[in-house]
């Protein structure tokens, strides 16, 4: 990653020949002064806003988390292959920096949070999405609806804090039928492999207290006034995409039909360990992705890069997200 | 971009056969309720913060202009092959929306405000640096450093507002030394051809009244302590890049080497209307292209999609951003 001498002189007179010669600097008495803003040592808000037809969308950053690249993440790759695309998106290829975004959808009526992240459930570089939204000057308690694509801790967890007190005290909570049947069975939690039963003890910490508030709705339906409940089965067995759609243009949240893009996209049919049905998994990303790259639908991803929305190219056998573009106006 | 009727069904059960037959919304009665937030109508704050060793740069959304796109733009291509691809980059292909990013450098001992946008000297869609500083807290009067890279409009009218009053009163301006010496001659600014007198008009405007408190320096100058200038020449005579060096890794601030890269750095041979010197122009454009590709260098452009900073991938004859990951943590 630095910036070799070699290549600084190579490139000759072009790169100038004294880059790196020790020119004592313009203002080189000023070195051991302290600049008048301190470093600021975290990210600055993250949020970006979009507008579908009269609807607005605003992206918000919740985080990212580091895991550890084993051969395991990737089901049906070698190691070295994922490695592979890894370095020529010039990411690391020994750890997974998953990232996580939020969508905060404002209706006109209704303000909606599309998933909720981890709040303070998960780890210190994730749990940002109240931060996003109080930075925008939202309060937790202006929320109507929280709706869940899925009921992974990622997505769900960010409901409800720590404490066992809901974060989005006002809202409706919604939930995909398909999710909450698989989920909520205590007959199949009990008899779930051990290795599943934590996800099973996450998913009712979170809403069992309120379980007759949650509001379930179908495939199909319209959930929200501009947001309709679609089909994207596999990664879970309720695993909910969302189309948003206002003035004839459409935004389709695809939550996890992809882990990060820049694999899974380019190689639909990689199976990540976190697809409970994979084979079904891998017909679900294929059929939005080349659906998204068809029609040039903008899609939102939970895991690509933030602010994770943009546009489907087909690439090789594989697609790739395009990012939006970033405007000063909606 | 509309998500067609004949595309949901035709997609069959998966993506769900009720999408688009009006099911009524579950939540159908709050249609015209008001959101407890208004719809904000704007972006919300555009900033990105990143560490090269332990120098925090932050890009900042200075914002865009919008151009018809006509004939003349690319001087050396038909206008279909630069509207394919536009089209490929699911960018319209009537208008430009040229994106411009401001860097902020925070050195530890220096605030650096690498080029200043328009500050109120341009559109309603862009000045928005100074928006975006005092989102992150910083108050122009904190700026110690302006860095010029060049002296087109874009980079330089920001530094003093249209009123005469410098934008940032207490930084010394620093501007590259064969840049001056062709904008700052009044021989040649009354010589110069009618099309060209308003951009020395310009840069007499923000310039002459503190002209000997600008500091000059020259190619190969490391300027402020961790920032290098380089010969970047072509665009104008004088334009300069900025390496960013620290702890063994380096930034490149390459300016307009493109203009947006979707269109110069994926065809490296086309010649934007604003190169002065377009020979020269291209060889510079490689030369530094292939230098960031080769060597896996970081880059940040002033023209590419916010926040305009990530990593250089070969891609057939030219060259493709790579987005640099957006992270919580520095």
Chains 1, 2 share one sequence.
Do not use: C
């Not at 404002?106 to 570089?125: A, E, H, R």
């Amino acid at each position: 990653m630095s910036l070799h001498r070699r290549h600084i002189l190579g490139a000759g007179a072009g790169l100038g020949a004294t880059l790196l010669t020790g020119t004592a600097p313009l203002l080189g008495s000023l070195g051991a002064a302290q600049a008048a803003a301190p470093l600021a040592g975290t990210q600055a808000p993250s949020t970006f806003r979009f507008k579908i037809g009269a609807i607005e969308v605003t992206a918000l950053h919740e985080g990212v988390a580091a895991r550890p690249l084993d051969a395991n993440f990737v089901r049906n790759a070698e190691l070295k292959d994922v490695q592979a695309v890894l370095a020529e998106n010039f990411l690391p290829t020994d750890t997974l920096n998953i990232s996580f975004t939020t969508l905060l959808v404002n209706t006109g009526s209704k303000l909606v949070l599309i998933d909720t992240g981890f709040n303070d459930n998960g780890g210190p570089t994730n749990g940002r999405t109240v931060a996003q939204l109080k930075s925008l000057g939202i309060e937790p308690g202006q929320i109507d609806v929280v709706l869940l694509s899925h009921f992974h801790g990622d997505h769900l967890q960010g409901a409800r804090a720590k404490d066992g007190k809901l974060v989005y005290p006002n809202a409706e909570i919604m939930a995909p039928e398909n999710e909450w049947g698989f989920w909520m069975d205590d007959a199949r939690a009990a008899a779930a492999p051990e290795a599943m039963k934590g996800a099973f003890a996450g998913v009712h910490r979170v809403l069992k207290p309120n379980a007759n508030d949650v509001k379930r709705f179908k495939w199909g339906q319209e959930v929200v006034t501009g947001i309709t409940a679609v089909d994207a089965s596999g990664h879970t067995p309720g695993h909910t995409a969302f189309a948003i759609s206002n003035g004839g243009k459409t935004l389709m949240y695809v939550a996890d039909i992809t882990n990060n893009p820049v694999l899974f996209a380019r190689n639909p049919e990689w199976r990540v360990m976190f697809d409970m049905d994979p084979e079904k998994s891998v017909q679900t990303r294929k059929r939005i992705l080349d659906m998204a790259a068809t029609d040039k639908i903008q899609i939102s991803f939970y895991h690509a890069n933030f602010p994770s929305t943009g546009f489907i190219a087909k690439e090789g056998a594989g697609y790739r997200l395009v990012p939006a573009p970033w405007s000063t106006v909606l």
